[in-house]
């Protein structure tokens, strides 16, 4: 079975994207996904995307990591798919549903609004979300937010002096964080501007990550009094997060095809 494949990323995070919209795939297994995330053997990637049919929204958009497990939410994959399909959408994600909005080199995504319950987020056990008792390392006093996946962040005074490659994979597996967690460190550059790098859960160190850009940018407007919208600048380039309390994210920035191909199914699965 030959399938066709676009690569796209949103500031340098990049993406498989399968459309099983008209064609329904076979059964995605972890191994396949990781498989083709393999940038030795494989297409190459941070996440897979997989887009089905959905019945109650435009359609369905699956997330799996390059360790081949699935996730709720991917921000810049959202942006990626909005550019693709190429008009506006509400679409299907494990992590709730979200609207897409194209826009002239990217999009705008309606995240919908965050979560700050300890057993949303989730935590092993109930503790203050927003000062968090507890630390790895340097990294103290984080605050942890669900935007669809969960995110923790950390507000350092320089976020590139932080040996997340050390330290994220701690955080990410401790037993506090049941479904693993993405690790945010950040710094404030001014009352809107923020320097951020994330370790992603399943994928380690990123060049841009979109649902941490909105996490942080929430958790910033809340602890440090930020002015939304709130630019937020990852190694890959800059996302503009706006929110207010009691409102959705709306996250906007690029978004680019690199190529297209084909693959056999059975080579990868």
């Known amino acids: 079975m030959r399938v066709d494949f ?6 340098g995070n990049d993406f498989v994207v399968l459309d099983a919209r008209e064609t329904p795939l076979p059964a995605i297994s972890n191994a396949t996904a990781s498989a083709l995330a ?11 995307i997989v887009l089905e049919p959905s019945d109650d929204h435009d359609f369905r958009m699956r997330i799996y990591n390059s360790d081949g497990g699935e996730v709720e939410a991917c921000g810049n994959a959202s942006r990626a798919v909005a550019m693709l399909h190429g008009s506006p959408a ?3 994600t494990a992590g709730g549903a979200i609207r897409l909005e194209p826009a002239q080199g990217g999009a705008s995504v309606d995240m919908g609004e965050p979560r700050f319950e300890w057993d949303a987020i989730p935590l092993a056990y109930a503790m203050d979300t927003a000062n968090m008792p507890v630390g790895w390392g340097e990294l103290e006093a984080g605050i942890a937010v669900n935007v669809g996946n969960p995110h923790v962040i950390f507000f350092v005074q320089d976020a590139d002096a932080v040996d997340l490659a050390e330290l994220g994979p701690q955080i990410e597996t401790d037993a506090l964080f049941p479904e693993r967690i993405n690790v945010n460190v950040a710094s404030r550059l001014s009352d809107n501007h923020l320097k951020l790098r994330v370790w992603e859960r399943g994928a380690g160190l990123t ?5 941490g850009a909105c ?3 929430v958790a910033a ?3 440090l009094h930020m002015k939304s919208p709130v630019t937020v600048s990852l190694p ?3 996302l503009e997060i706006a929110w207010e309390r009691g409102e959705s994210i709306v996250m906007t920035g690029p978004a680019t095809e690199s190529f297209r191909g084909s693959f056999e199914w059975n080579d990868f699965a």
């Open 236 to 238: 890959g380039g800059d």
């Open 6 to 11: 676009t690569k796209m990323h949103g500031l």
């Open 221 to 223: 407007i809340s602890r």
């Open 207 to 211: 060049r841009a990550c979109g649902t």
């Open 38 to 48: 393999d940038r030795n053997t494989g297409v190459g990637c941070d996440q897979l």
């Open 215 to 217: 996490a942080t940018a």
């Open 90 to 92: 509400t679409v299907e």
